[in-house]
C-alpha cells in the first residue's frame, strides 16, 4: 500500500507570483482534501476533490484553486501570492463511501513566500 | 460554531505518566472525532477515533473520553513515553467532508 506523497518537500516564491503543488492519493482513495497548516496552528480546510470535481471548500479565497485527475492525484493552485501564504500545506486522502472519515495525510510541501 | 477548542496549549509529563489533553466544540451535527499525531516535518497522522455514540475508546496506552451532553472530549496517554513528544490535534469531522482541527497540543515527555 503506497502512502500519500506530495511535491515538492520546499518551495520559496515571491509575492505576486502563483505556485502549483501535487498530490499522490493513497492507493485505493478516491477523495483529496487539501489544508493549510500556518507555523503553530492546526491545519485549516482548503477544499475537497471527489471525482474530479470540488466537493465543498473553506474559507478561502478563489485564489486557491486545484484539480484531481482521473488516477485520483491532484493539484493545489495558488495565484498572487501573499506573505501569508507562507504555511505547510498538506493534502489527505480517503475513501468516499465507505471510510470518508479516515484521512491520511501527506508529510507536505512547506511554501515560504518572499 | 464550527470551532474545536482544545487545551492545554503545550504540556510536560515524566515518563510513565498520563497526559490529558482536553477539547470542546459547539456543532452538534459532529459525528466523528479523531486524534492526530504530528512529528516535526511531518504531516498529521491519524492515532485513535471515535463517533458520538460511544463514551470511550481505548487503543493501547491511548483512550478517548466522550461527554456528549458536555460537548467534551479528551485524550488521555497512558504509561507516556519520550517517543509520545509530538503536537496533538483534536478534530471534528461531519460527513467525511470537513474536518475542523483544533489549535494542537505540544506534548514533551521528559525522560
Known amino acids: 500500500e503506497t502512502g500519500v506523497t506530495q511535491s515538492p518537500t520546499h518551495l520559496i516564491k515571491t509575492r505576486g507570483q502563483q505556485v502549483t503543488l501535487r498530490c499522490s492519493s493513497q492507493?485505493?482513495?478516491?477523495?483529496v482534501s487539501w489544508y493549510q497548516q500556518a507555523l503553530g496552528q492546526g491545519p485549516q480546510f482548503i477544499f475537497q476533490y471527489y471525482r474530479e470535481e470540488e466537493n465543498g471548500r473553506g474559507n478561502f479565497p478563489p485564489r486557491f484553486s486545484g484539480l484531481q485527475f482521473p488516477n485520483y492525484s491532484s493539484e493545489l493552485n495558488v495565484n498572487a501570492l501573499e506573505l501569508d501564504d507562507s504555511a505547510l500545506y498538506l493534502c489527505a486522502s480517503s475513501l468516499a463511501g465507505t471510510r470518508p472519515y479516515e484521512q491520511y495525510f501527506g508529510p507536505g510541501t512547506r511554501l515560504t513566500v518572499t | 460554531q464550527q470551532q474545536v477548542k482544545q487545551s492545554p496549549q503545550s504540556l510536560i509529563v515524566q515518563k510513565g505518566g498520563i497526559s490529558i489533553i482536553n477539547c470542546a466544540y459547539e456543532n452538534t451535527a459532529f459525528d466523528y472525532f479523531p486524534w492526530y499525531q504530528q512529528f516535526p516535518g511531518k504531516g498529521p497522522a491519524l492515532l485513535i477515533a471515535?463517533?458520538?455514540?460511544?463514551s470511550e475508546k481505548k487503543e493501547g496506552r491511548f483512550t478517548i473520553s466522550f461527554n456528549k451532553s458536555a460537548k467534551q472530549f479528551s485524550l488521555h496517554i497512558m504509561d507516556s513515553q519520550p517517543g509520545d513528544s509530538a503536537t496533538y490535534f483534536c478534530?471534528?469531522?461531519?460527513?467525511?467532508?470537513?474536518?475542523?482541527f483544533g489549535a494542537g497540543t505540544r506534548l514533551f515527555v521528559k525522560a
Open positions: 478534530a471534528a469531522n461531519t460527513g467525511g467532508f470537513k474536518t475542523i
Open positions: 471515535i463517533r458520538p455514540d460511544v
Open positions: 492507493s485505493g482513495h478516491n477523495t
